[in-house]
Nanobody
């Protein structure tokens, strides 16, 4: 069982930056693809970005390209989401997820963190 714990959320002004972290409990983390999703109130959970187990393949949603960066440190069992040029519409609960397949769909992932709130004020 892989347990994921996100941190780094908070309140930031538009144009600001935040870095989210997600720490995994198991060493099997290093063989899993990792994804970031977000969910705003009243909306479906949506894909933000993903990274394969070795960091060799990155994918991003169109709305974050050029602003957000996903990275990972397998030695620390940690995946990061660096968010720059934040906009009010980026306000949501952000979740990290782990799965052997990876991908852009929530059901591509087997394990989920509890989420961390990101609020961007205008």
């Amino acid at each position: 069982q892989v347990q994921l714990v996100e941190s780094g959320g908070g309140l930031v002004q538009a144009g600001g930056s935040l870095r989210l972290s997600c720490v995994a409990s198991e060493r099997t983390f290093s063989t899993n693809s990792m994804g970031w999703f977000r969910q705003a109130p009243g909306k479906e959970r949506e894909f933000v970005g993903s990274i394969t187990w070795n960091g060799g393949n990155l994918n991003y949603a169109d709305f974050v390209k050029g602003r957000f960066t996903v990275s990972r440190d397998n030695a620390q069992n940690t995946v990061y989401l660096q968010m720059n040029s934040l906009k009010p519409e980026d306000t949501a609960v952000y979740y990290c997820a782990a799965g052997s397949i990876g991908g852009r769909r929530p059901y591509d992932y087997n394990y989920w963190g509890q989420g961390t709130q990101v609020t961007v004020s205008s």
